[in-house]
Nanobody, 125 residues
């Protein structure tokens, strides 16, 4: 499974960005149970942002982004999106998408098996 994330950039406080993550690979459709977005700011650990169960569509969010970010997926395109609104400087980080192949835990990095290369999001004050 390969993941290609895109859509990052520089935005002012209060602005919006939409991240995309396209998955490919012959085993993706049979193995995927969920996808998620994580982020990592300089000097900090990678943290969970949002996740989606691939077949049910159930979504999960970190408290810090709830009400501002929306995760969605397009099963036909093997793509997951993260719509980010009302961005704050503390949202600045490299954002990573990931795929999990097992049911259960969604908020831990250890639950995910495949990772994209990351896309930089910078929110200016």
């Amino acid at each position: 499974v390969q993941l290609q994330a895109s859509g990052g950039g520089l935005v002012q406080t209060g602005g919006s960005l939409r991240l995309s993550c396209a998955a490919s690979g012959r085993t993706f459709s049979t193995d995927v149970m969920g996808m998620g977005w994580f982020r990592q700011a300089p000097g900090k650990e990678r943290e969970f942002v949002a996740g989606v169960a691939w077949y049910s569509g159930t979504t999960y969010y970190a408290d810090s982004v709830k009400g501002r970010f929306t995760i969605s997926r397009d099963n036909a395109k093997n793509t997951v999106y993260l719509q980010m609104n009302s961005l704050k400087p503390e949202d600045t980080a490299v954002y990573y998408c990931a795929v999990k192949t097992k049911m259960g835990v969604v908020r831990s990095t250890s639950a995910y098996d495949y990772w994209g290369q990351g896309t930089q999001v910078t929110v200016s004050a």
